[in-house]
């Protein structure tokens, strides 16, 4: 197993290298000038050109790379072109809210999901059944901002009883901190929702047409032994598989939720990143997001071993 | 007897202290506002972005200001004179003006913070070209002798907006003006709190306890800054939806400038007040690239011209006629230099007179290439509108959508239209940016040193700088009408239209002053 964890740890250096030099040439290739974003509206041309020099942008494209990378690799990310302060910095006031907004919508899609899902298979064809694909359906064709936009004018305007936007920090008190997180936590889980439950349903009426069900039933074990503890837990692999890619997906995904709330995470400081081109701050980013993919799946894998003792690695 | 009325009278003051206290009389009052951009560049000579601008607002302070009626008022200066020739300014400082460090303003901080400004501002590189020195007098006095007479020396000073000449301590000021400065230390009616705000999120301010406002009362940037709130937060919310939601729900004061749809819905609310707080409004822009075809004759920029007319872009971009106006004046209807002479082309659309200068000027088909601007809701519009019209002119027109950041990266291109470059862009500017021809920086016409689109013209410059020399505002009025008529001659630009954009607030919000920059003393905030 360590070998196998250190195997896949060295793997990833070449993916994070592609990464890096893809992320930076794909930047460079725009032609766009942070410098002229800077100046502002009323900088003439000689001040814009004096910022690039001065940003080293005006350096060749091997030079700007070497530079970049080697300072990466001995861990400093650098500064941003706006904000005056170093990228790492800035991504660390961004963690928490999009790692809290990630946690709870992942909770809360788990725990609805796993137990509708396995109910509708249970019920597979009744009117439960129907309700839960229909409900998948949905949570799969709305958007998400449409969602968000929604519970908003219903639980904050309408009704007044969770606040419109923003994000305050568990430091702040937890009362504060919980209640701003549940309409973007439940925007957000609505496709969560929808995904794991068509996967559990599916995943555990495959398991309960196997062999080792029907002995289950033979033996007289209860229906309810049999779903949770047999099929449930033999139909794990792909809806683990589904929630670990959801949680991926959830690190990098949660860019309009972030918006549409005003959550100061790293979906909204790699828009404004991406709007600013502030290259220092979109190319660790995309690079932390393809070191949290590389994890996440590493975990997965790992998942696979305990929930299945025939896989070893 | 006397022993239980003082008891009683001390119980009853207890009493009402008390009440006071919980009814939240003596509570932090915080004003919480959303800015029309995020705050991302704390250099206010690095950047002309007008959110930074009005940060330096917030934590710095001006030797000079506008007031309501645009007149340039002291402001940290206390008295000046000027020697008879008009070459030596002297000027004294206000007593007790302090840093929030604590350190004295002294006249060697304003010299340096003068010559980091002028190193990149429009107007003050030109008022350069007349300093000869600056001396420190003593600690309070300080003076700016020049080669010539100038005049606008006063209205530089006091220029409102982009770049803003703030004062800022010796130490920060003598930073080069190519690089950030790091410290955030003014005079200012507030201080910036470094460790509490946090860029994409919000930027928090406290009262300035120090501060010693002027005793005139307040008028647009000038008199008394007079601070009522204990803290003001500036909240990064890109959404304009969501602000405008959150001002439903209480979330957050005041909205510097909702977009124009979301008017109505604001209004219709009671809890929420719409506020003109920048009678001057804004001005758009239409700007020729004259380096590369076609708009290197004038005579194609003159079609172009006379193609347009400024109501159908206030139509397409504003919609609601309370909040615009046609104006033929460049320099601003109703300011001291605004004329309609020439003008008038700019109202009404000739598309006979376009064709017929095209085919004069021998236009050969080639499409000219408009940058429109996708992100920016207030310029978006004027693109297709121009397209419309100058084909209607006879271009061809090829319009290319771009957000606001490719757009500008993009103007930078000197490269023919169909290799990268452009060859019509749309911008606006606040009013009080174009109040006369040295701040205007469309106007200047002085080749690679000119705004993007790099118009030369000698003539122009000539005019410019007889402008700057002269100290008569009469003969200053006709040579800024010669100045109108010469760029239309030469089609340098046109201003198609001046809009105003209100911003919103609570009703519990009042003395939110009329200024060409939101600014943020003398508001007061009744509640929580």
Not at chain 1, 202 to 210: D, F, N, P, R
Request: with cysteine; net charge neutral.
């Amino acid at each position: 197993m360590f070998a196998f964890i250190v195997r896949r740890l060295i793997a990833t250096i070449p993916v994070l290298l592609f990464v890096a030099v893809f992320a930076f040439m794909l930047l460079r290739m725009t032609k766009d000038d942070p410098a002229a974003i800077i100046a502002g509206d009323n900088a003439t041309a000689d001040q814009v050109d004096a910022i690039r020099a001065k940003l080293g942008l005006n350096e060749p494209l091997w030079s700007q790379f070497f530079i970049w990378s080697s300072r990466v690799l001995v861990g400093d990310f650098g500064e941003s072109f706006f904000f005056k302060k170093t990228v790492a910095e800035l991504i660390l006031q961004r963690v928490e809210p999009t790692l809290m907004l990630s946690l709870c919508t992942i909770i809360l899609a788990v725990l609805i999901a796993v137990p509708v899902g396995v109910l509708a298979a249970a019920r597979q064809g009744s009117w439960v059944d129907r309700i839960v694909m229909g409900f998948s359906v949905m949570g799969f064709s709305v958007p998400v901002f449409v969602i968000g936009y929604l519970l908003i004018y219903v639980f904050a305007i309408v009704l007044g009883w969770l606040p419109v936007q923003g994000y305050r920090r568990i430091s702040e008190g937890f009362g504060d901190f919980i209640i701003r997180l549940i309409l973007p936590s439940i925007t957000l889980a609505v496709i969560y929702i929808a995904l794991i439950s068509r996967i559990t349903r599916a995943s555990v009426i495959e398991t309960l047409g196997e062999d080792y069900i029907r002995t289950a039933r033979a033996k007289g074990l209860p229906a309810r032994i049999v779903l949770l503890r047999h099929a449930l837990r033999n139909a794990a692999v792909p809806i683990i598989t589904v929630i670990g890619i959801g949680i991926a997906l959830l690190i990098g995904g949660v860019v309009v939720t972030e918006s549409v709330y005003n959550i100061p995470g790293i979906g909204r400081l790699t828009v404004d990143a991406v709007l600013a081109r502030d290259f220092p701050v979109i190319q660790v980013v995309i690079l932390m997001f393809s070191v949290v993919y590389v994890l996440v799946n590493l975990v997965i894998d790992l998942a696979y071993s305990v929930l299945d003792p025939r896989i070893r690695y | 007897m006397a022993f239980v009325t003082t008891t009683l009278k001390r119980a009853l003051a207890a009493a009402g202290l008390a009440a006071l206290i919980s009814s939240g009389a003596f509570a932090q009052t915080t004003l919480r506002v959303v800015k029309s951009g995020n705050l991302t560049i704390l250099d206010l000579i690095w950047t002309t972005a007008y959110v930074t601008r009005d940060h330096g607002y917030l934590i710095y302070d001006t030797l000079f200001a506008t007031d309501a009626d645009n007149v340039v008022k002291p402001q940290m200066v206390d008295t000046w004179k000027v020697s008879g020739d008009k070459l030596t300014w002297t000027f004294t400082l206000r007593d007790g003006l302090e840093w929030h460090d604590g350190q004295p303003v002294t006249g060697e901080d304003c010299i340096a913070s003068l010559k980091r400004w002028a190193a990149r501002d429009a107007m003050g590189l030109k008022l350069w070209d007349f300093v000869k020195e600056l001396k420190a007098v003593d600690a309070k006095t300080f003076e700016i002798v020049l080669k010539e007479p100038y005049g606008l020396l006063l209205e530089s000073l006091g220029k409102p907006s982009s770049n803003v000449p703030f004062m800022m301590p010796k130490r920060v000021a003598e930073t080069s003006p190519m690089e950030q400065i790091k410290s955030q230390i003014g005079s200012g009616p507030f201080i910036y709190k470094t460790d509490e705000s946090k860029p994409g999120e919000k930027h928090v301010y406290i009262k300035n306890p120090k501060y010693k406002p002027r005793a005139e009362p307040a008028s647009g940037l000038a008199g008394g800054k007079v601070v009522k709130v204990d803290r003001v937060e500036l909240i990064e919310m890109p959404d304009v939806q969501i602000q405008a939601n959150a001002l439903l729900a209480g979330e957050i004061d005041m909205i510097e400038a909702p977009p124009h749809d979301l008017l109505p819905m604001l209004k219709a609310d009671k809890s929420v007040v719409i506020d003109d707080w920048n009678p001057l409004g804004h001005q758009f822009i239409i700007r020729f690239n004259h380096v590369v075809k076609p708009f290197d004759n004038p005579k194609i920029r003159l079609a172009a011209l006379y193609a347009i007319n400024q109501e159908d872009y206030l139509k397409a971009t504003v919609g609601d006629p309370a909040y615009y106006k046609v104006c033929a004046a460049v320099f601003i209807c109703g300011t001291p230099f605004a004329t309609d002479k020439g003008g008038e082309i700019l109202l009404k659309s000739d598309f006979e007179k376009s064709k017929a200068l095209l085919k004069e000027a021998g236009y050969d088909g080639t499409p000219v290439v408009v940058m429109q601007s996708t992100t920016l809701p207030i310029l978006t519009n004027t693109a297709p509108v121009t397209k419309a019209l100058l084909e209607k002119g006879g271009f061809k027109v090829d319009m290319q959508s771009m957000d606001w950041q490719t757009l500008v990266s993009r103007r930078t291109k000197k490269d023919p239209a169909d290799k990268g470059g452009w060859n019509i862009l749309h911008t606006y500017s606040v009013s009080a940016d174009v109040l006369n021809p040295i701040s205007t920086s469309y106007m200047v016409a002085a080749g690679d040193k000119s705004w993007f689109g790099w118009p030369t013209d000698p003539e122009m410059e000539k005019l410019r700088d007889a402008f700057a020399r002269e100290t008569d505002p009469v003969k200053q009025k006709a040579l800024a009408e010669k100045v109108q008529l010469r760029a239309l001659e030469t089609a340098q630009y046109g201003w198609i239209g001046q809009w105003y954009g209100p911003g919103a607030h609570r009703n519990n919000i009042k003395g939110w002053l009329k200024a060409p920059v939101p600014v943020f003393w003398n508001i007061e905030k009744t509640g929580s």
